[in-house]
């Protein structure tokens, strides 16, 4: 069992460890972050909806989004939000609305991602919480759900 301290330690420096080995780092966490809502905002169907919910609050923002995915990635820990609240009181985001924000995710990651494995780290993530949110948000998740057996 060992020391549950030493064991967060060691399991958060393995994690951290393997991302580098596959280029993910904070630096470029903070370009994909950037360059994913630079995109995000240039597109007709999404950008009105985070610039209605937003505003001028893109500098609080964009760095909740690095830790945000720092935490995700590399499992840094600084993140502390509520995403399912959060997304539950945006009330013009339809289902379709999770393809249209994973195929700019992916876009995004082909464009700037170190490493291809870089790619499908991060889209492994993104695909396990788009449909966590949406099974939050309409009881229902939006991509085909492998299963066992
Ligand atoms: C249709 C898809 C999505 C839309 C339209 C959307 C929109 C938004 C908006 C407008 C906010 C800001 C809410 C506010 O501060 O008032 C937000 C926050 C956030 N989004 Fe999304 N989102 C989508 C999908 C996702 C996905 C797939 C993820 C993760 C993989 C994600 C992660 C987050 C996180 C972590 C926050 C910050 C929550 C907090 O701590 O306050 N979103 N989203």
Known sequence: MGDPV???????????????????????????????YRR????????PIFEEAIGDRWDYHL????????????NAGTYSGQPVPAHKKLSQVEQSHFQTWLAL????????????EAVDYFMERANRIAESLQLAMFGFPGLPVKRQG
């Open 63 to 74: 760095p909740r989004m690095k830790s945000f995915w720092a935490s995700v990635a590399l």
């Open 6 to 36: 030493v064991t967060a330690h060691a399991r958060r420096a393995e994690i951290q460890r393997r991302a580098n080995v596959i280029g993910i780092d904070e630096a470029y966490i903070s370009l994909l972050v950037d360059e994913f």
């Open 40 to 47: 995000i905002r240039a597109d007709e169907t999404l950008g």
């Open 105 to 116: 995710f992916r876009q995004t990651l082909q464009d700037t991602a170190p490493t291809p």
